[in-house]
């Protein structure tokens, strides 16, 4: 049942575009779930430390994106021909506040909101 009804929950925040907000300390996974695709920014324990797992079979071109609470991106990078990769984000030199994860892809556009403490 609880599976079945985070499932859903995940579903309905991609089918209106909301992302739902991660704290940091709480050591919790954000997950888009796509028919071709995942995507995770999943949060560690120090508070400051974010993995992105990436895995969407055929991709050609991903870009990810920190942006802060001003709207300014504050790191970019772009992987090619790279269907899945994970890939650990430091972000222990950046001011506490809300930075958005912003990745786009061949399935669209996947942002999560994280709280650095």
């Known amino acids: 049942m609880n599976k079945v009804m985070i499932r859903m ?6 089918a209106m575009g909301v992302a739902p907000q991660v704290k940091a300390q709480a ?5 888009f779930h ?8 999943v949060a560690q324990k120090d ?25 300014r991106v504050v790191f970019t990078e772009s992987f090619r021909n790279r269907e899945t990769f994970r890939r650990p984000y430091n972000l222990s030199k950046l001011p506490k506040g809300e930075y958005l994860f912003e990745v786009t892809g061949r ?3 996947y942002t999560q909101l994280v709280t650095l403490d």
Do not use: H, W
């Open 9 to 14: 929950s995940v579903l309905l925040f991609v």
């Open 27 to 31: 050591f919790k996974a954000a997950l």
């Open 34 to 41: 796509e028919e071709y695709g995942t995507v995770r920014v």
């Open 47 to 71: 508070g400051y430390s974010f993995d992105l797992l990436y895995q969407v079979p055929e991709e050609k071109y991903v870009k990810v994106s920190i942006i802060n609470q001003n709207d």
């Open 107 to 109: 399935l669209g556009t």
